[in-house]
């Protein structure tokens, strides 16, 4: 099991997280929208999902159903940058959030 980031963080990108992560698997950058964790490196510790402040961390075998496609947004992240930056921003826009640049 490993934990991931769902679309609720979309806009945030809090740092609590990435603060109490003991792994330093959760990573963001500027023109990211939101953060990502590193399945290969994540612990499974449970820290970032109660550090949270939106809620937006889940354990990958609890994942809200319609959150599904985030396991490999996550993973991807680490591999193909650009194409998981233009899906988030796909899905940002499908969901009316405000934060898409």
């Given at each position: 099991?490993?934990?991931?980031?769902?679309?609720i963080c979309i806009g945030v990108?809090?740092?609590?997280?990435?603060?109490?992560?003991?792994?330093?698997?959760?990573?963001?950058?500027?023109?990211?929208?939101?953060?990502?964790?590193?399945?290969?490196?994540?612990?499974?510790?449970?820290?970032?999902?109660?550090?949270?402040?939106?809620?937006?961390?889940?354990?990958?075998?609890?994942?809200?159903?319609?959150?599904?496609?985030?396991?490999?947004?996550?993973?991807?992240?680490?591999?193909?940058?650009?194409?998981?930056?233009?899906?988030?921003?796909?899905?940002?826009?499908?969901?009316?959030?405000?934060?898409?640049?």
């Amino acid at each position: 099991m490993t934990y991931v980031v769902t679309d609720i963080c979309i806009g945030v990108k809090g740092e609590a997280c990435m603060e109490v992560c003991p792994e330093f698997c959760i990573f963001s950058e500027p023109e990211d929208l939101m953060s990502f964790i590193d399945p290969a490196r994540c612990t499974d510790c449970g820290a970032c999902m109660e550090a949270c402040v939106v809620n937006a961390i889940y354990p990958d075998d609890k994942l809200p159903p319609a959150s599904a496609e985030f396991t490999l947004i996550n993973e991807s992240w680490f591999r193909r940058k650009r194409s998981v930056r233009e899906r988030v921003r796909e899905i940002a826009v499908e969901t009316g959030s405000p934060f898409v640049i």
